[in-house]
């Protein structure tokens, strides 16, 4: 019997490579450094990086690829504005965080909906994860950010079926996400 990985740098990287397995091209994403990592959290007011959120963005934070098309998630795409619209949002809503200013925003998508490690659990090494949605509130969508990883991790196997559709269907424009994923 294996006993579970209690180290949440280890995890993620578990996690990132499993997606690899899978047939996510690994050269699909790009990592930021540690420098560009501390940089991103004091623009935001965090006074630190927990392991496992520094991981992720060792991984993915400079280009995160499939890793939630569409949103901002990473260290050049979440700035400090994001916080601000986090902070904006919080106030309006009157559901703050027990620590919003000392928050981390991890993904911002479109201005209203934010997933965030709150302030005062930023001292864990692999502290919740919250979702905070303009109008409906904040919950702990994700036990942890190892968990929150994991949900957000690409589904390359359904990317691949979409792809073998569109090629059976005859189409002959081929997505931009396509090059993210392993030829077979």
Known sequence: MTTPNTDPAERIREIF???????????????????????????????????????????????????????????????REAKNHLLATLTAMNDPLEDPE????????QSYTFHVVDGAKIDLPDPPV?????????????????????????????YRERLEVMRELGRRRIPDWAQYIEPR
Not at 137 to 158: K, L, M, N
């Open 17 to 79: 490579a499993g997606a690899v397995s899978d047939g996510l091209r690994a050269d699909s994403v790009r990592g930021a450094s540690d420098a560009e990592i501390d940089d991103w959290a004091a623009e935001q007011g965090a006074r630190a990086v927990p392991a496992a959120v520094r991981e992720v963005l060792r991984l993915i934070g400079r280009d995160h690829g499939l890793w939630l098309a569409g949103s901002s998630l990473g260290v050049g795409a979440v700035r």
């Open 102 to 109: 000392g928050a981390l925003v991890l993904v911002e998508h």
């Open 130 to 158: 919250r979702l905070v949605t303009e109008g409906e509130g904040t919950e702990e969508q994700w036990e942890s950010v190892s968990f929150w990883f994991r949900a957000i991790t690409p589904d390359v196997a359904r």
